[in-house]
């Protein structure tokens, strides 16, 4: 879809992935089955593709991208481009100079598929035919609608409810691909109807997503795919920040701060890692995430659920609980309850700082990047851009000319009417 010169394929695009596990300030916590019950880590061996599994218990610092899906990346598009925000840095006006890694240019709209293809690619080597798995702006499951499209494979994609509703754009978009979307709390699970059973109105949450699409997989013998969270996952995404990485050498620049939105983990974890690990020079890292899904505020650091029912195993992760429902905000993919273990122990240790802005802030910022930069964001990475304006102030007060690359994670096309939506509830009186 983007004729790349081979060239600078071999030099931009890894041939590997990058594995932070072994560069971690202290070791990770394993996960750990509750107590008095069956073995939630046995269950992962019949819903996890073998491969996908392997990796996720890894330790070895790379790992090689199979021939396929090195090829499958160079056909979405990849090494994605790597911008210097000019007009942004004009508007501002403060000592410093702005990149942004730009995964929006992806054909599904975000950073999501580079873990999607390579999850459906396994799932297809194993001669699976059929996954399934959730989504909350829906940009995890229009990577996976895409990249199951690209291996034949059949998906069933829960939707979060709220994002089922706000968002019919990212639904159609699934739906072209091939995908089945399902609202969630759905009749299709025992998990959905409990959920509505005890409150019809339920907006739902990825949590309760995450437990319907395992369920179904596990009642149908299908295979589930995850967006975000598990080791593999943030390190199928480290092709963004490997890129970067030698996008910023060519350009002769090295980052001061490197920022990018939070949900569950993946996008920061796949743009922030290899600098974090591989680069001995002191920057600093800003994970920004949504207010009103306080989890770095306040979430607790301990063992939880990934999902809500509690059919995976237990994490260490900062969490807001399991059982937290977070209110409809058009940001969807932030509204996860957790926070991926290997993301949570670099925020206890220090190595991570967090902001968390509000809608309203971040409507504001989004506006501000489209009419310099020309792009609309998404919601979730209107958080990054607004991180960024606030740096910029606080450059232009303290001095000190800084350099700052933050992952547009993708873009807000199908956000229009959301947005649309926004402007009318904070215009005002």
């Known amino acids: 879809m983007v004729n790349v010169p081979k060239k600078y394929l071999d030099e931009v695009l890894p041939n590997c992935w990058y594995n932070i596990v072994p560069d971690l300030p202290r070791p990770l916590p394993p996960p750990m089955d509750p107590p008095e019950a069956s073995s939630r880590i046995e269950l992962l061996k019949r819903i996890l593709p073998r491969e996908l599994l392997k990796q996720e218990f890894t330790v070895e610092r790379f790992v090689k991208i ?20 000019r007009a942004l840095e004009n508007l501002l006006d403060a000592p410093i100079k702005i990149f942004f890694k730009f995964e929006g240019a992806l054909p599904s709209g975000s950073h999501k598929v580079n873990t999607a293809v390579a999850q459906a690619f396994y799932a297809h080597a194993e001669g699976v035919g059929h996954v399934t798995t959730e989504t909350g702006a829906g940009q995890w499951g229009a990577a996976v609608a895409l990249a199951s499209a690209l291996y ?29 979307v399902v609202p969630s709390p759905s009749r299709l699970t025992r998990t959905g109807v409990e959920v509505l059973t005890k409150n019809p109105e339920h907006p739902g949450s990825l949590g309760v997503a995450i437990s319907e699409a395992i369920e179904y997989a596990l009642d149908n013998d299908f295979r589930y795919v995850m967006g975000s969270v598990l080791n593999a996952v943030l390190m199928h995404q480290s092709v963004i920040g490997l890129e970067a990485m030698r996008q910023l050498e060519v350009m002769g620049e090295e980052p001061d701060v490197l920022v990018a939105c939070v949900g569950g983990g993946s996008n920061f974890g796949g743009f922030a890692y290899p600098f974090i690990g591989l680069k001995k020079r002191k920057m600093e890292f800003v994970a920004a995430g949504a ?121 807000g096309l199908l956000d229009i009417e ?10 005002g009186p």
């Open 152 to 180: 034949n494979l059949r998906a069933t994609i829960f939707m979060v409810r709220a994002s089922y509703d706000q968002k019919p754009g990212r639904r159609a978009l699934m739906e072209f691909y091939g995908a089945e």
């Open 291 to 411: 207010a009103e899904v306080p989890k770095f505020s306040r979430g607790e650091y301990k063992y939880d659920f990934p999902d809500a029912e509690g059919v995976l195993p237990m994490l260490k992760m900062i969490t807001l609980g399991r059982d937290f429902v977070p209110p409809p905000i058009y940001s969807g993919g932030l509204r996860y309850h957790g926070l991926a273990p290997s993301l949570s122990l670099l925020v206890a240790s220090g190595v991570v700082k967090w902001v968390e802005y509000g809608e309203r802030e971040v409507l504001e910022a989004a506006r501000i990047f489209a009419k310099t930069q020309g792009i609309i964001p998404a919601p979730e990475s209107a958080h990054a851009i607004r991180a960024i304006i606030d740096l910029a102030r606080r450059a232009k007060d303290n001095g000190g000319r800084k350099v700052i690359i933050f992952n547009l994670s993708g873009h």
């Open 66 to 85: 199979p021939d396929e899906v090195r090829e499958k990346y160079e056909v979405l598009g990849r090494p994605t481009p790597l911008y210097r925000a």
């Open 418 to 427: 959301n947005y649309r939506e926004m402007m009318t509830k904070y215009r």
